[in-house]
């Protein structure tokens, strides 16, 4: 597995796809792009930990959108 230039919240899909299957989630990925980033919506961000991107714990994603970030980035007016 791997990412373009994912944000957080696709790369935290992307590791929870993954981790969902027997096959993926034994191969290693390549999930570290969101770390060129300079800033990004969460409340708390992914933390790679001894070369392991762990699966959030908690409902679906285990993610918190901060609000005043996605204000801040908003294109849609």
């Given amino acids: 597995m791997g990412n373009q230039i994912d944000g957080q919240i696709g790369t935290a899909c992307t590791v929870a796809f993954g981790a969902a299957y027997a096959t993926t989630s034994r191969r ?10 300079s800033d990004d919506l969460l409340t708390e961000p992914l933390q790679i ?14 993610l918190q959108i901060d609000d005043d970030k996605l204000e801040r980035y908003r294109t849609d007016r």
């Fill in 28 to 37: 290693a990925g390549e999930l570290s792009n969101f770390l060129d980033m």
């Fill in 49 to 62: 930990s001894g070369g392991t991107l762990a699966v959030r714990p908690g409902a679906g994603l285990g």
